[in-house]
Nanobody, 123 residues
């Protein structure tokens, strides 16, 4: 079992930055791949970014590439999502996830989820 707790969401204006954090517990953090997903109102949950257990490989959805950056600190059992140049269309609940990274699909297959944190970007 893995427990995930997100923090860092909030209300910002277009063009602003936010950094989301996700603290993990319950399993050796350095043995699991991590990622972020988001779900906007009326839409399906979508992949945002993933990082492998060592931190050596990352992938980002095309919609956030160049603006968002995923990273992890295995000493702190924490994964981050740095979000720059935020747009109103980035408004969603952001979920931290733990699972297995697919190098073929360049996405995370999630087995565990956090409770989510709301990010709202006003125009």
């Amino acid at each position: 079992q893995v427990q995930l707790v997100e923090s860092g969401g909030g209300l910002v204006q277009a063009g602003d930055s936010l950094r989301l954090s996700c603290a993990a517990s319950g399993r050796t953090f350095s043995s699991i791949d991590m990622g972020w997903f988001r779900q906007a109102p009326g839409k399906e949950r979508e992949f945002v970014a993933a990082v492998t257990r060592s931190g050596g490989t990352t992938s980002h959805a095309d919609s956030v590439k160049g603006r968002f950056t995923i990273s992890r600190d295995n000493a702190k059992n924490t994964v981050y999502l740095q979000m720059n140049s935020l747009k109103p269309e980035d408004t969603a609940v952001y979920y931290c996830a733990a699972g297995r990274y697919s190098s073929i699909m360049m996405k995370l297959r999630a087995d565990y989820w956090g409770q989510g944190t709301q990010v709202t970007v006003s125009s």
